[in-house]
């Protein structure tokens, strides 16, 4: 059965539905960049919330930016379906769970026709501009600075209709100024610390750039909150369309799985109005920080912690790594060590308690989640995730063994082949030739002088200096399952 509006009401029993009557929904929201995270994450607290009473105003429209034959495909396949998609949540230990989510209502490929685009963002109904581009897709430099010279922002800078998501946003936001219309509230969904900061920085920075007094006006009427996410979502291949769609019986072009955990943590600025997502398990408060520490210090770096010495061991799927004692040693060594001395836990957190969930997840068969995903980019993430670990190890005189391991395993990976030299991608989009090239230093130390290290301090520490030279060494000599098996063993 194709899933269309028309054919909804004939899915199996075994499939579920939120009860609302989707045909009296209306946009709210507009989200940019619609993944499968925003799929599985917002898009499923909006599902829920507009079941409730006097929600139906805060439907989504989902808008691509991205012209390639991915995105393009995605977008026919969406708007062939009417938006619906089949959502399956597996948990580790319990039968998976499948739903139809109904809260995109509508998608717009921007590039097929950029007048429509911004016609939706300028719409006064829109009170919502939600977003996820990843954690590199913010055109901030090293220092945090947005990148102006970048040319894809010199070039977005000289169009009537810009094509960036900070481009896009300003040029609405002006629009609507000029019409007498409010503005909309910028939410940004990405694993940034300081989300909300950061968007309003890109955003302001762009509007600076074209007209001074549009971005006065920016700063002082947009809100831009921050908030902190968490679900583990893999990527979708062929392979697992098919199956999807055999086990739910719905021909689903744009399926997509994740696990059963899921949390959203909002800073409570929405001076245009939200939909009731407390009701649907957000949680909301003034200081999202403490939480977005924790997820980011203690999930996403052990992600990385996970999977650079995963891939290089031949691994290729999260839970077949986790089934290695020695990396599952590793994790909880660095949870403990490393990572816990220096987090103060956030209201109703305890940290043992959340690593021990952590692992547990990790663990999930059922969503066996791609190693090579999560090293991708690692240049971007390793300084969001890793980095204040890192200087708070060296700056206490810790145990710098575990961090030197994760580097010196990430510079191996740069290479592309594992321990038995079998190739891998290196997706590394924000890597330079110049970096690339110092991570290949015969010298092992040079590769400290990469652009990703900037500002850690690595070298200034005698003995992380030291560990790191000779890790690298052992990973070239002996591999990395024999360096991390003498590794955990001492820890």
């Not at 799929?39 to 105003?57: E, F, I, K, M, W």
């Not at 996410?229 to 744009?254: N, Q």
């Not at 200081?287 to 996970?306: F, I, T, W």
């Not at 066996?368 to 090293?375: A, C, E, G, P, Y």
């Amino acid at each position: 059965m194709i899933l269309t509006s028309q054919t909804l009401p004939q899915i199996p029993e075994s499939v579920l539905t939120s009860p609302y009557d989707r045909e009296s929904v209306t946009a709210g929201i507009v989200h940019l960049s619609v993944g499968n995270f925003h799929r599985a994450h917002q898009a499923v607290y909006t599902d829920r919330a507009l079941a409730l009473p006097g929600q139906s105003g805060w439907g989504i429209v989902g808008m691509g930016l991205m012209d390639h034959p991915a995105e393009i495909a995605k977008a026919e396949a969406l708007q062939a379906q009417d938006s619906l998609y089949t959502l399956r949540e597996c948990p580790p230990n319990r039968p998976d769970t499948v739903r139809v989510i109904k809260s995109l209502v509508e998608y717009i490929h921007a590039p097929a026709d950029r007048e429509v685009a911004l016609k939706r963002l300028t719409d006064p109904a829109i009170r919502i501009v939600s977003m996820t581009v990843t954690e590199g897709g913010y055109y901030m430099d090293e220092a945090g600075r947005f990148m102006t010279e970048h040319p894809t922002i010199a070039e977005d800078l000289h169009r009537a209709i810009p094509h960036t998501a900070f481009g896009m946003m300003t040029e609405a936001l002006r629009q609507r100024r000029d019409a007498g219309v409010s503005p909309f509230t910028i939410l940004s969904c990405d694993n940034v610390p300081a989300n909300g900061d950061v968007a309003r920085n890109a955003v302001l920075s762009f509007a600076r750039l074209r007209d001074a007094e549009l971005a006065a006006w920016i700063e002082a009427e947009v809100a831009f909150p921050s908030c902190m996410v968490d679900r583990i979502t893999p990527a979708v291949h062929p392979a697992d369309v098919a199956r999807l769609d055999a086990e739910s019986g719905i021909e689903d072009r744009v399926p997509v799985f994740c696990e059963d955990f899921i949390q959203w943590v909002v800073e409570d600025s929405f001076p245009a109005g939200r939909p009731a997502w407390e009701q649907a398990g957000v949680l909301f408060t003034d200081d999202v920080e403490p939480y977005e520490q924790v997820k980011l210090r203690m999930l996403n770096a052990s992600h990385s912690m996970l999977a650079l010495p995963g891939v290089m061991m031949g691994y290729r799927l999260v839970d077949e790594a986790m089934g290695d004692e020695h990396l599952a040693a590793l994790l909880e060594q660095f949870l403990r060590h490393d990572v816990s001395p220096q987090l103060t836990a956030p209201p109703g957190i305890s940290l043992p308690d959340y690593a021990a969930l952590l692992l547990e997840r990790f663990r999930n068969h059922a969503v066996s989640d791609q190693l090579l995903r999560i090293t991708s980019d690692s240049t971007s993430k390793l300084p969001v995730f890793l980095r204040a670990t890192a200087e708070d190890v060296l700056k206490k005189g810790q145990d710098p063994r575990r961090i030197a391991f994760v580097l010196a395993c990430y510079c191996a990976y740069l290479v592309g082949r594992d321990d038995v030299q079998a190739s891998f991608a290196v997706t590394e989009p924000r890597l330079s030739a110049e970096d690339r090239a110092l991570a290949l230093d015969p010298n092992p130390a040079r590769a400290l002088d990469m652009t990703v290290f900037a500002g850690w301090g690595l070298g200034e520490s005698a003995e992380f200096l030291t560990r790191f030279i000779q890790t690298r060494e052992d990973l070239k000599t002996h591999g990395t399952a024999a360096v991390l098996k003498d590794l955990v063993a001492n820890g």
